[in-house]
């Protein structure tokens, strides 16, 4: 079983910056893909971001690219979400997730086996 736990998120102005963390533990995961998720009220969950925990590089929905960075610091065992450039529309639950498949390129949410609880992050315009 893996165990995640965001935290960082809060309001914010428009135009300001955030970072969300996710605190990872649980069975080995060094080839677990990491993915953040968001859900705004009335709306489906959709991809963020996603990394392979121990490299293959990054990947970004179009909405984000460019504003958000996700990083993973394997010595703490800690997924970050750098969140530039907020706007109102970024507004929305945010979920850390991980995946015991090997992909950067998965939009999907039933891909993801583990999720945290969600960390509010409301932009105010």
């Known amino acids: 079983q893996v165990q995640l736990v965001e935290s960082g998120g809060g309001l914010v102005q428009a135009g300001g910056s955030l970072r969300l963390s996710c605190a990872v533990s649980?069975?080995?995961?060094?080839?677990?893909?990491m993915g953040w998720f968001r859900q705004a009220p009335g709306k489906e969950r959709e991809f963020v971001a996603g990394s392979g925990w121990s490299g293959g590089g990054t990947n970004y929905a179009d909405s984000v690219k460019g504003r958000f960075a996700i990083s993973i610091n394997d010595a703490t065992n800690t997924v970050y979400l750098q969140m530039n450039s907020l706007k109102a529309e970024d507004t929305a639950v945010y979920y850390c997730?991980?995946?015991?498949?090997?992909?950067?390129?998965?939009?999907?949410?039933?891909?993801?086996?583990?999720w945290g609880q969600g960390t509010q992050v409301t932009v105010s315009s």
């Open positions: 649980g069975r080995t995961f060094s080839t677990y893909t």
């Open positions: 997730a991980a995946s015991i498949y090997s992909s950067i390129y998965m939009y999907s949410r039933e891909r993801y086996g583990y």
